[in-house]
């Protein structure tokens, strides 16, 4: 139950709090220590490649340090630390929020919400339309529901399932599994950061970024199918993925554009369910709110499967 509580905990932060100001947020210091690696160096790919190795696996240890720390004194201190932790790698409603206000500026404003899309999709707006602009919020949307939120919850039910399954005691598997969660968000930070085209150093986060993301991109289109009442959405993705550049962010993105009965498109990239309309405000608004409730069955799932553990 502590694991359960550790989650608890997390999710209530996330309800409450939405995001730890960027002073104190640990992906903001862990960002700064990525930061040297973005320059150019002779021999890019493998500084990328260490870089990639050392700097998640740090993190990890650095967070399940402090939560076993914490555990050591009080089992349920140590669930707290977890959930701190956990909250701390995660983001669900601050994503919510900046979706929900591109999509309402695309109706009265549509500059304004070309320059608010960019703190969400990372394209260049200016000449994008008011569908076009509703679609990359949408899009983004789904595809950070599994970045941002179901691959750490993902990760912490890993570890700290893996250490209870080795008879580990309850302090070791609640370190486990925020170190777990840590260690996705690290990998996820440093792709972000640097796994562009343009950056040879990015090539091996970027990589690892694709591995580590296989399972929470289907976890979380198959969340969105069943929050959205439509479980023949999620096999409808499947006839648009190869399309997409990424290997896994058209499953959630798919899913949610066979859900929402609309079309979700990169101009000059791909489209999803192209026979379909861009989306309105209402069908926009509706997918964000798929979102926000696929997000809460992510919360809920976890919880419910470390507290049967």
Same mark, same amino acid.
């Given at each position: ?50 870089? !990639? *190795?050392? =700097? @998640?696996? %740090?993190? /990890?240890? $650095?967070? +399940?340090?402090?939560? &076993?720390?914490?555990?050591? #004194? ?90 209870? !399954? *080795?008879? =580990? @005691?309850? %302090?070791? /598997?609640? $370190?486990? +599994?925020?170190?777990? &969660?840590?260690?996705?968000? #690290? ?40 929050a959205a009442a439509r479980p023949g959405s999620l096999s409808a993705a499947r006839a648009w993925l190869d399309a997409v550049p990424s290997p896994n962010s058209g499953w959630p993105m798919g899913t949610l554009a066979a859900a929402a009965g609309c079309r979700l498109t990169k101009p000059g990239a791909y489209d999803l369910n192209p026979d379909a309309v861009l989306p309105d405000v209402a069908t926009a608004r509706g997918a964000v709110r798929t979102v926000a409730l696929a997000g809460a069955l992510s919360y809920l799932l976890a919880a ?6």
């Amino acid at each position: 139950m502590t694991g359960a509580l550790a989650v608890g905990v997390a999710g209530l932060l996330e309800v409450g709090v939405g995001e730890p100001p960027r002073s104190v947020h640990p992906v903001a210091w862990f960002g700064r220590a990525v930061a040297p690696l973005d320059r150019a160096w002779a021999h890019p790919r493998l500084v990328g490649l260490v870089g !990639a *190795a050392v =700097l @998640p696996l %740090a993190a /990890a240890v $650095a967070v +399940g340090g402090a939560v &076993a720390l914490a555990a050591s #004194a009080h089992l349920r201190l140590g669930a707290v630390a977890a959930g701190l932790a956990l909250f701390a790698t995660t983001s669900l409603r601050m994503l919510l929020g900046e979706a929900r206000a591109v999509v309402a500026a695309s109706e009265v404003d549509l500059d304004l919400a070309r320059r608010d899309l960019r703190a969400l999709a990372g394209r260049d707006a200016d000449a994008l339309s008011a569908g076009e602009v509703r679609s990359a919020a949408v899009e983004s949307a789904a595809e950070n529901l599994a970045d941002g939120l179901v691959g750490p919850l993902l990760f912490f039910v890993v570890g700290l399932a893996g250490a209870a !399954a *080795a008879g =580990l @005691p309850t %302090a070791v /598997a609640l $370190a486990a +599994g925020a170190g777990g &969660a840590a260690w996705v968000k #690290a990998v996820n930070t440093m792709d972000s950061m640097l796994g562009y085209r343009s950056k040879p150093v990015g090539w091996a986060p970027a990589r690892l970024d694709d591995a580590v993301q296989w399972a929470p991109a289907r976890v979380a289109a198959a969340l969105l199918a069943v929050a959205a009442a439509r479980p023949g959405s999620l096999s409808a993705a499947r006839a648009w993925l190869d399309a997409v550049p990424s290997p896994n962010s058209g499953w959630p993105m798919g899913t949610l554009a066979a859900a929402a009965g609309c079309r979700l498109t990169k101009p000059g990239a791909y489209d999803l369910n192209p026979d379909a309309v861009l989306p309105d405000v209402a069908t926009a608004r509706g997918a964000v709110r798929t979102v926000a409730l696929a997000g809460a069955l992510s919360y809920l799932l976890a919880a419910g499967v470390v507290a049967w553990l």
